[in-house]
């Protein structure tokens, strides 16, 4: 559990200068999600104990294409309790950029110093979101979708990558029995 709080602090540490970069630079950084699972709207608005639902999924029903919600302190609405230094406020909104009934609205996150520039956001990534058959890259800025298709590790070679894990574990004496809590796959 240590070293998983060490790698998280790690990972924000890192975002913390790429936003601190960004900002002496004059780069407007901001991110997309493309599968939300999260409720921080729901909770933002109260309603996150008077309905089972997901933003996303909520959003979905209710924006039309090209439509966006406000802006919500996503920080705030995380409510991190241990902030040692302060971290970056990050801002975000959900914005329907598809015209498929079928593809939900993505959320779009930023930081602080780029508030006030939300509608410049929500155009840019309007403008460059495709418009595909492929669910997968349908309303999804052109930038994500090429870094997706060229980033992505293909399912065979992460099942290859688990296999040598375990058997290597396995050589060390490692309890097979824990291996099915632990992962909850076989070698098949």
Not at 75 to 84: D, F, G, L, S
Not at 146 to 156: E, F, Q, S, T, Y
């Amino acid at each position: 559990m240590r070293e998983l709080t060490r790698r998280a602090r790690q990972l924000v540490s890192l975002r913390e200068e790429l936003v601190r970069r960004c900002r002496q630079l004059g780069i407007p950084v901001f991110s997309v999600v493309k599968r939300c699972t999260t409720r921080y709207f729901m909770k933002w608005y109260g309603l996150k104990d008077k309905a089972p639902y997901t933003d996303q999924f909520i959003f979905h029903q209710v924006l039309n294409y090209g439509e966006r919600t406000s802006s919500i302190s996503v920080t705030k609405a995380i409510e991190v309790k241990e902030r040692t230094p302060p971290l970056t406020e990050i801002y975000g909104f959900y914005i329907k950029t598809s015209k498929n009934p079928f593809t939900p609205p993505v959320r779009v996150e930023y930081p602080e110093h780029l508030r006030g520039r939300e509608d410049w956001i929500a155009s840019y990534v309007l403008s460059t979101s495709l418009t595909t058959r492929e669910a997968e890259f349908d309303g999804i800025p052109k930038a994500l979708c090429l870094a997706h298709r060229d980033c992505k590790i293909a399912r065979g070679m992460v099942r290859e990558v688990y296999r040598r894990v375990v058997l290597n574990l396995l050589s060390k004496g490692f309890d097979e029995r824990l291996m099915g809590l632990a992962w909850g796959a076989s070698l098949d």
